[in-house]
């Protein structure tokens, strides 16, 4: 979620406000835009309408500021970072008419002026690659995406990088000027808290009693470093994932090995953060070998290899991290589907063994998932009992031409039992969770498409004359997604018609 800025009590402005017809002056404007925003937090969780209604009201609040103090950067800041995180929340999106993608565009707006106020803040270049992110996001994924989207969505990721390090460059300055002060500070004796309550004394006798407002900075440590860096490590991985290489890879290993390789060892000594930016990496050498492979560059052995290394790093230990587990499953499915796509040409002796690594590395997925399931802080339980159902359909697709692979034609009727088991427990799951629908729905469609494909057709059939669009929607999914083949769409098909 986007960085927000923190500001003193705005008690006195309030009062004020409410005195008033309405605001007037900006410190008035940011105090009522505060005040409705923290209403607004108030009703998320149980009136995500009322919730919403009020965080509409912050945003006009401070739109109507900065007709008045355009220059003010208060007010062009929370503005763009409140339009940003109402995007994000998908139970506020529910009751917006708005696309996605429109949203988020115009929170790109809002932090594009911000930073025509102050391009050196280092919190609002954060959040500025945050939005771009996810409309990077939003534009080039689904199957609907063309390849202009996915060129968009590069350029996209690129300015985001960009900016990342020119936030990277202000905390670096930040950081290393406090660690300089704080010597000189030790060489005096001089100590910081009379320091600054005399500071604070001098400044407020220069100020009005109702001007009480003043942001306050977070120090940069370590942590605001590593958070920086590991985000550019997370768009790298993002921009290996789209597929569109024309300007190649070796930029894009010279940019971790030139600009992060380092700076993330020397972040990292003194923190307890040693994990986290092992899983980074892994999922960021798991994507790059990926998109070698793909573009031509890495052979099947050398992809085979790295994959396995990149979740053997000595810092990284996964028995009780299901985020870690699910992405070390994501990236096992992508090598399966990579190799898939790869073996059209292959010989009858190379499809046995391609059958057999793909078994091996769904199968291992598999693993990572159930494993994950089991760890009582797991987030997003439906989410992950979806994705144990689709290893069994993955697994079941191996069983089709060209692979047909004869552990799979022996394996049928259990792998699609499964498959029904872990849907239906997804489709429980989300019912039970209240803001899982979309997974719940997923869930059921696929559990009676794969009961349909073990043979129960009236199952399919009721549910395709009750919710015909939705039927047809994931079905549209599962064969964008590999997990139907020819033959499983033949049978579909057949019940379709």
């Known amino acids: 979620m986007p960085k927000k800025k923190q500001f003193i009590s705005t008690k006195k402005q309030s009062d004020k406000i409410r005195k008033n017809a309405g605001p007037e002056t900006a410190n008035e404007y940011l105090a009522a835009g505060v005040d409705f925003e923290e209403a607004g937090e108030k009703w998320r969780a149980g009136d995500a309408a009322k919730s919403l209604r009020f965080f509409i009201r912050a945003i006009d609040d401070y739109d109507a500021g900065l007709q008045k103090f355009p220059r003010s950067f208060d007010l062009a800041y929370n503005k763009a970072r ?90 670096e300055f930040k ?3 406090a660690q300089e002060n704080a010597a000189q500070e030790s060489e005096t004796h001089i100590d910081p808290g009379d320091r600054d309550h005399s500071a604070r004394s001098s400044s407020a006798s220069d100020v009005s009693e109702e001007e ?89 052995a050398t992809y085979e290899t790295e994959l396995n290394v990149a979740f053997s790093h000595q810092d990284l230990n996964l028995s009780a991290d299901p985020r870690g587990l699910c992405d070390k499953a994501d990236a096992e499915l992508a090598f399966n589907a990579s190799i898939q796509a790869s073996i059209q040409q292959a010989q009858t002796k190379e499809l046995i063994q391609v059958g057999s690594i793909c078994w091996k590395h769904i199968t291992k997925a598999l693993d990572s998932l159930t494993a994950a399931s089991k760890i ?14 689709d290893c069994e359909l993955w697994r079941l697709r191996l069983g089709e031409a060209p692979l047909k692979y004869e552990l799979t034609i022996k394996s049928v009727p259990t792998l699609l039992k499964n498959a029904e088991v872990y849907y239906r427990g997804a489709a429980a799951l989300g019912s039970r969770s209240g803001g899982a629908k979309d997974e719940q729905k ?56």
Request: hydrophobic content about 40%.
């Open 82 to 171: 409140l339009q940003y995180e109402v995007a994000q929340q998908p139970r506020l999106l529910e009751h917006l008419p708005t696309p996605l993608v429109d949203l988020l565009r115009v929170a790109l707006d809002s932090h594009r002026l911000a930073l025509t106020i102050d391009q050196d803040n280092a919190d609002l270049l954060f959040n500025t690659a945050q939005v771009l992110t996810s409309l990077a996001e939003d534009v080039s994924e689904g199957r609907t995406s063309s390849q202009s989207s996915k060129d968009e969505g590069l350029n996209h990721f690129q300015e985001v990088l960009e900016l990342l390090q020119r936030c990277l460059n202000v905390q």
């Open 175 to 177: 950081f290393t000027q």
């Open 212 to 300: 009480v407002w003043a942001s306050v900075e977070e120090p940069v440590t370590k942590d605001t470093l590593i958070d920086t860096a590991l985000a550019q490590m997370d768009t790298l991985t993002a921009i290996c994932g789209l597929g569109s290489f024309n300007s190649g890879l070796a930029w894009i290993e010279e940019y971790y090995r030139t600009t992060l390789q380092d700076k993330i060892t020397l972040y990292l000594e003194g923190t307890g953060r040693y994990h986290e930016a092992a899983l980074a990496k892994a999922n960021f050498i798991s994507a790059l070998s990926d998109a070698a492979f793909r573009s031509g560059r890495l052979d099947l």
């Open 376 to 389: 009582p802080d797991a987030q997003n339980l439906a989410q992950i009992h979806l994705r144990r159902g």
């Open 442 to 497: 997923e869930a059921e469609v696929k559990e009676v498409i794969a009961a349909g494909l073990a043979g129960a057709t009236q199952r399919f059939l009721s549910l395709l004359a009750l919710e015909k669009d939705a039927v047809e929607s994931v079905v549209e999914d599962m064969k964008d997604e590999g997990l139907l083949g020819p033959e499983s769409l033949k049978s579909i098909g057949r019940v379709f018609g």
